[in-house]
């Protein structure tokens, strides 16, 4: 019986609740949802940006996985040292070319923003030509 009855008073509570004006955390979410723009110029600078972070973290897990391995031959275990270095590769492999991927994507975007604004400034300048 307890259970049914506060299960009832948080329904009704909830149905209570219910409002079809926007609230100011709705105003906030849209303002803040509005995607700006970025200049091709800088898209182009941040996909150089992730190309370099990625070749970064890729060292960084090679030299982590070669020192691992010296430690493990050091040891004696020759079976761990193969698999600390593998491990450290496959890490550097795995960042750099998601970084690549990711930044080569970054710009060709800005190349392309690059491309269309030529496009805008030719365009009235192939028009005065063409009139005279």
């Known amino acids: 019986m307890c259970f049914l009855a506060v299960t009832f008073a948080f329904g009704v509570y909830g149905w209570s609740q219910s409002s079809t004006n926007?609230?100011?955390?709705?105003?906030?979410?849209?303002?803040?949802?509005?995607?700006?723009?970025?200049?091709?110029?800088?898209?182009?600078?941040?996909?150089?940006?992730?190309?370099?972070?990625?070749?970064?973290?890729?060292?960084?897990?090679?030299?982590?996985?070669?020192?691992?391995?010296?430690?493990?031959?050091?040891?004696?275990?020759?079976?761990?040292?193969?698999?600390?270095?593998?491990?450290?590769?496959?890490?550097?492999g795995k960042n750099v070319a998601v970084s690549t991927g990711k930044g080569a994507l970054k710009i060709g975007k800005g190349l392309g923003g690059e491309f269309k604004k030529l496009g805008k400034k030719s365009n009235p300048e192939d028009e005065k030509n063409q009139e005279q």
Do not use: H
């Open 22 to 92: 926007p609230t100011s955390a709705d105003a906030q979410k849209t303002t803040s949802q509005v995607k700006k723009k970025t200049a091709p110029g800088k898209e182009i600078g941040k996909g150089g940006e992730d190309i370099g972070k990625g070749v970064a973290r890729g060292t960084g897990a090679l030299a982590k996985g070669t020192a691992s391995s010296v430690g493990n031959l050091a040891r004696g275990n020759v079976g761990g040292a193969g698999a600390s270095l593998g491990k450290g590769v496959g890490g550097m």
